[in-house]
């Protein structure tokens, strides 16, 4: 799982400097990742009760969750 964050986050890195029609989409992602990076961490290194560990897993994979479609939505579509 760690080795799976720094993949994701050296990916992310690449991404840096999108097109100005893709800044929006970019900047959620960043905010995805948060949600993502939050979520491995809360796994790496649990803490707290099993009710407030359960409370926090529920909300952060609906957080991921509404983040990923918030995303397609405002994703640019290309014309192929």
């Known amino acids: 799982l760690e080795s799976s964050l720094i993949n994701v986050s ?3 890195k690449e991404l840096n400097d999108p097109p100005d029609e893709y800044e929006k989409v970019y900047e959620e992602i960043v905010e995805l990742y948060k949600l ?3 979520y491995a ?3 790496i290194n649990p ?3 099993l009710g407030t560990f359960n409370d926090s897993r ?3 994979s609906s957080g991921i969750v509404n983040k990923v479609e918030e995303i397609e939505i405002i994703m640019p ?3 192929e």
């Open 58 to 60: 529920t909300q952060l």
């Open 77 to 79: 579509n290309k014309e």
């Open 10 to 12: 050296n990916k992310l």
């Open 41 to 43: 961490q809360m796994v």
């Open 36 to 38: 993502y990076n939050e």
């Open 47 to 49: 803490s707290g009760s």
